[in-house]
């Protein structure tokens, strides 16, 4: 077999095994497979603009080793969104519990995610305001309006939790 035949086999299997796995992902998550995949860019780009904003202080503070990108602080976040995720999947439970005992008791319900989708929202919102604050630590104007926009919804996901 040639070695493009195999590349081609290969790439086609991937691409394959990919679309599988996207499609049991939504059958079972529905919109909050979308909402997912969005704060996992949103996880990104705030590493990155942390990251950028350390740089930037420690530009202008060089005396100052307080500011500045560190290790230490770096892997802090990288452990904070871990426990984002992890809260998300103990959200996600709880819907699979609930729907699980919907269905035994008779009751059908159509909604997958509820607090699933709920708490990632609210954690998309938080890494919004993450971004916004590294951009504004950086130098970049922020608009005031778009900051509060962001925690007044933030405030009204968590005022329908409770």
């Not at 290969?10 to 679309?19: C, E, H, K, P, Y």
């Not at 909050?32 to 704060?39: D, E, M, P």
């Not at 919004?128 to 009204?156: D, F, H």
Request: hydrophobic fraction near 50%; aromatic fraction near 10%.
């Amino acid at each position: 077999m040639e070695k493009t035949n195999v590349i081609k086999v290969a790439t086609t299997s991937i691409a394959g095994g990919v679309s599988a796995i996207a499609a049991w992902l939504f059958a079972r998550l529905g919109v909050l497979l979308y909402v997912l995949l969005v704060l996992a860019v949103a996880m990104i780009i705030d590493y990155i603009t942390g990251m950028l904003a350390s740089k930037t202080e420690s530009i202008d503070h060089p005396e100052d080793p307080s500011y500045g990108w560190s290790s230490k602080k770096g892997a802090k976040g990288i452990i904070k969104k871990v426990g984002y995720l992890c809260i998300i999947a103990v959200a996600m439970m709880v819907d699979y519990i609930i729907l699980n005992v919907a269905v035994e008791l008779g009751f059908d319900i159509t909604i997958k995610a509820f607090f699933g989708l709920m708490v990632t929202v609210w954690y998309l919102l938080n890494e919004a305001l993450s971004i916004i604050e590294n951009a504004g630590r950086m130098g970049a104007p922020i608009p005031e309006w778009l900051r509060q926009y962001i925690a007044v919804l933030k405030t009204k996901i968590e005022s329908k939790g409770e």
